[in-house]
C-alpha cells in the first residue's frame, strides 16, 4: 500500500495520520480518529449513514477519498453539538435537540447522518438554493420547507426502520 502523511481539520481540531491514500474519508474517521458517528451502511453511496460535511456542504464519506478532504473544513456529528461534551439539550444543535422532541429515529443507525443532512438541508433552503419540488412548483422563495422539499431533500438517506414521518416531523421543527 502507497502510505502517506495526511492532516484534516474535523471538527476544528487538526488531525494527522499515516494513511494508505485509497483510504476513504469515512474509515480515516472511524479506524483512525476513534469518530464512529458516521456509520457505514452500505459503503457505496447509496444509503446516507455516512454524510458528513466539507465546506459545510454534505457528502457521503465511503465515497470521498481521505486525501480528496484535505485542507477543507470536515464537519461529524460529533461536533455538530454548541458544547463540546453536551450534557443537555440545549446543547445540542437545533436540529439535533429537534430530532431527539419528535423522535426521529427508530433503531438510530441512520440517524447521525439524518441530522448531519437535515443541517446542511435548512442550510441550502437559507440560502435559497432552489429544490426541484420548489421549481416544478414555481416557487422561488419559500420562507419554509415543506414536507414534499423535506422529503426530497433528504432523499438521500435511508431508514430502515421507516421513521421518516417523525423524521420530515423533526426537520420541519428545525427549519422554521
Ligand atoms: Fe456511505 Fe451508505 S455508507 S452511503
Known sequence: PHT??????VNGQPQTLSLDTRTSLLDALREYMDLTGAKKGCDHGQCGAC??????????????????????RITTIEGLARTPDPKAIE???AVQAAFLVHDGYQCGYCT??????ATAAIDEQRKGDLSIVSWHNGQSD?????DDEIRERMSGNICRC????????????ASK
Do not use: K, M, W
Request: aromatic share 4%; net charge negative.
Open 91 to 93: 446543547d445540542l444543535s
Open 112 to 117: 447521525p447522518g439524518q441530522i448531519i443532512s
Open 4 to 9: 502517506q502523511t495526511i492532516t484534516l481539520q
Open 142 to 146: 419559500r420562507p419554509e420547507l415543506t
Open 162 to 173: 421507516g421513521a421518516y414521518p417523525n423524521i420530515v416531523a423533526a426537520v420541519r421543527a
Open 51 to 72: 454524510t458528513v460535511l466539507i465546506d459545510g456542504h454534505r457528502v457521503n464519506s465511503c465515497l470521498t477519498l481521505a486525501f480528496a478532504a484535505e485542507g477543507a
